[in-house]
């Protein structure tokens, strides 16, 4: 189980604050961008799942082998930017199994085609558990109710089949079992569904055991 480091502020919410530098803020998206952000905007928002054959000892303690659902909805999330996403992975069929929440800010890189999206962590996430369906709940939403997971955010890039997404290793840096290690991700966004790698590495740069990949089928709405 993986969980979000706790101890960044909501200093800065997008990778803008390092991708870039300070003469590009204020620039507009090209053409392109904005294109690529409407059609990545629809491609992310979704219900998602993995199939249930071979992945449904939820008891085993391995989360990849766990059945999993992805819940990924737009919301109004008052001052933290235009385009959020409610982001829920959960045990299907269980409610009480939640396995993490995240709200997601997309946004295009100024002077760029690379689009990113920035991880944003809850610091009670029992109060925004019902967001999947109620929605409404993020409207009232405030500064202390979140913090960035500053470092992880997730480069995409437009490919002919849909988007692929990164993470840089070299920033970004998680609890894995109590341990602090960084990890890569990869993500690749399809019509029919979502695929997600991930690879962790020791500060020195050994790379450990790889956790499997996670293939998640687009649902009907």
């Known amino acids: 189980m993986v969980d979000r480091h706790p101890s960044f502020p909501l ?24 294109q690529d952000l409407a059609e990545l905007q629809a491609l992310l928002s979704g219900r998602f799942a993995t199939d249930a054959q071979g992945q449904t000892d ?3 303690g391995d989360a990849s082998r766990v059945a999993v659902q992805r819940v990924v909805l737009p919301v109004r999330a008052g001052f933290i930017g235009d385009t959020v996403f409610y982001v829920q992975e959960s045990v299907p069929g269980d409610a009480r199994r939640v396995l993490s ?53 997730i480069a995409w890039r437009k490919v002919a ?33 979502l695929m997600l790698e991930e690879r962790r590495f020791q500060g020195s740069g050994q790379r450990l055991a790889d956790a499997s990949p996670l293939h998640l089928r687009r649902q009907a709405p």
Request: net charge negative.
């Open 11 to 34: 200093a800065c919410l997008t990778a803008l604050c390092v991708l870039i530098a300070p003469a590009a803020f204020g620039a507009q998206p090209s053409r392109r961008a904005a």
């Open 58 to 60: 939820a008891d085993a």
């Open 101 to 153: 929440q995240q709200l997601w800010l997309l946004e295009a890189l100024p002077g760029s085609t690379l689009l990113v999206t920035s991880p944003i962590a809850f610091n009670e996430p029992l109060r925004w558990r019902d967001g999947a369906r109620s929605p409404e709940l993020f409207r009232s939403i405030l500064p202390q109710d979140v913090k960035a997971v500053v470092g992880c955010e």
């Open 161 to 193: 089949a849909g988007f692929d997404g990164a993470t840089d290793p070299a920033r970004c840096r998680l609890s894995v079992d109590g341990v602090l290690v960084h990890v890569e991700q990869h993500y690749q966004l399809r019509v029919d569904g």
